[in-house]
């Protein structure tokens, strides 16, 4: 089945849970900015939960199918229709052959996912669909889409869509505290510091990307200036760059550097990382290692019990 891209928003790129194993390469992960509402659109469809989806930042693709088809999406808020019709996100709807989807703005967050049935269909690149687009592989010709480009979708499982329970969606947490870990060069920084650290509230700079989260707000200091012999940088890392602005490692990011990495985002809440705007409010508070596990496993067990008869 043909999807034929009219409009490809602000940008989109085809991505999947992301490419992992190759970091010693050099290589990131790349995925999906927010991997809870990829699995949660494709599950709605009725495809394997890793399956290749449109992501959407900002402003949404405009998208012209040949063939009857499902679609559902899922994350941040998004002013999407087919004709006259709108579609509400978190639902799995049917596209008549010839429509045409339309995806505008998007409130309440900074990406929104596009599954359609039977997935994304892109050639596997080290396992994976997903855009790198720093390495320019993967996805489409590893690049954002473009007006005129055409998808390919895949075909359907034999699973059968599935329905949220009402209200099951708002269990999901986009705004509060963002919890860390603390980091390799912890000890790097004084006690204050790391205490201003967690106090501060950042704000998501204009120029994050999927590389990394800038973020602007009182600066923060390690107890003297050194150079660190570059490392390996873990998916989530808050590094301090010498300006005192922390980043915070993302999807694209890079795989090694020499800043110091003073926590790290939990893997449960890199979803709400994903889903930030510039000029977004950003704080954080320490977890232990093992209350980031406990809050993983927790976050399974909600996804595992949102659908109707689940």
């Excluded at 150079?227 to 940088?233: A, E, F, H, M, S």
Aim: net charge neutral; proline share 5%; with cysteine.
């Amino acid at each position: 089945m043909t999807i034929r891209v009219l409009k490809p928003g602000l940008s989109t790129t085809v991505q999947d849970l992301g490419r992992y194993g190759y970091a010693h390469l050099g290589i990131s992960p790349c995925g999906a900015a927010d991997t809870v509402s990829l699995r949660i659109a494709n599950l709605l469809v009725g495809n394997e939960e890793y399956a290749a989806v449109l992501e959407m930042t900002l402003l949404g693709a405009t998208l012209e199918f040949e063939r009857n088809t499902i679609v559902a999406i899922s994350g941040a808020n998004c002013a999407c229709k087919v004709g006259q019709y709108r579609i509400p996100v978190n639902t799995s709807v049917e596209v008549p052959a010839g429509a045409v989807l339309q995806c505008g703005n998007m409130t309440g967050g900074a990406r929104a996912y596009v599954a359609v049935r039977g997935g994304v269909d892109v050639p596997l690149v080290m396992g994976s669909a997903s855009t790198d687009l720093r390495g320019g592989f993967g996805g489409i010709e590893g690049r954002g889409l473009r007006a005129g480009d055409v998808i390919q979708a895949g075909k359907a499982t034999r699973s059968s869509p599935k329905h949220l329970r009402t209200g099951a969606i708002d269990g999901l947490p986009r705004s509060g505290l963002n919890r860390v870990t603390r980091g390799a060069q912890r000890e790097w920084f004084s006690d204050d510091e790391y205490t201003k650290f967690l106090a501060t509230s950042f704000t998501a700079s204009e120029q994050s990307d999927r590389a990394g989260l800038r973020l602007k707000g009182g600066p923060i200091q390690p107890l003297e200036q050194k150079q660190l012999l570059t490392d390996g940088i873990p998916l989530g890392a808050v590094q301090v760059p010498q300006d005192g602005q922390p980043i915070i490692l993302f999807v694209d990011q890079q795989t090694t550097g020499g800043y110091p990495k003073i926590a790290s985002v939990i893997a449960a809440d890199m979803h709400r990382i994903g889903q930030l705007r510039p000029r977004d409010e950003v704080r954080f508070a320490e977890v232990s290692v093992a209350e980031a596990i406990e809050a993983l496993r927790a976050q399974e067990r909600w996804l595992k019990d949102i659908w109707q008869n689940s």
